[in-house]
């Protein structure tokens, strides 16, 4: 290969350099290849540019050991330009199967395909009433994956 860039300034074969010598737009359509090529290259290489600062947030979000209300998720995702808020986004999850739609104790629950998911996570809190008994309140949050996993969703939708 060297020996050729060398002697032709190029790498081809010898049919390709017998084609360019019998027909020089053979080079013409080479070079134009090239060029798009190149052009192509560059716009993606400004696009990874572009969305660097998308991606590290996302990476951000997705390694955060934090987890917020569906509340908050909704928030997020008008601030990205989904018309929803926390009752809607609610009712979605419930329509779509990531919390349980049956009423009951286990009613806006998440259910187990999104439990194993890691989209959620459950906060148990035990209060203790002024006449003495105690209940426990659960609370359901989303996780910095589970917060990734429903803006794309709702990205993609919109």
């Known amino acids: 290969m060297l020996p050729s860039i060398r002697k032709h ?3 081809m074969t010898p049919e390709k350099i017998e084609e360019v010598l019998l027909n020089p737009d053979t080079i013409i359509s080479l070079a134009q290849e090239l060029k798009d090529e190149r052009a192509l290259r560059n716009r993606l290489q400004d696009k990874i540019e572009e969305d660097r600062p998308k991606t ?12 917020i209300l569906v509340g908050d998720l909704a928030k997020l995702i008008k601030q990205n ?38 989209l959620f996570e459950v906060k148990e809190t035990v209060i203790t009433h002024a006449d003495g008994h105690t209940s426990v309140s659960k609370t359901v949050k989303v996780t910095g994956k589970g917060q990734q996993y429903f803006i794309n969703k709702f990205l993609e939708v919109a």
């Open 81 to 118: 330009g989904v018309d929803t808020g926390q009752k809607r986004l609610f009712q979605w999850l419930r329509e779509n199967g990531y919390l349980i739609k049956r009423k009951g104790a286990d009613w806006n629950m998440p259910t187990q395909r999104a439990m194993d998911k890691g």
């Open 56 to 67: 590290i947030f996302a990476d951000a979000v997705a390694a955060s050991k934090t987890s």
């Open 9 to 11: 300034g190029t790498y």
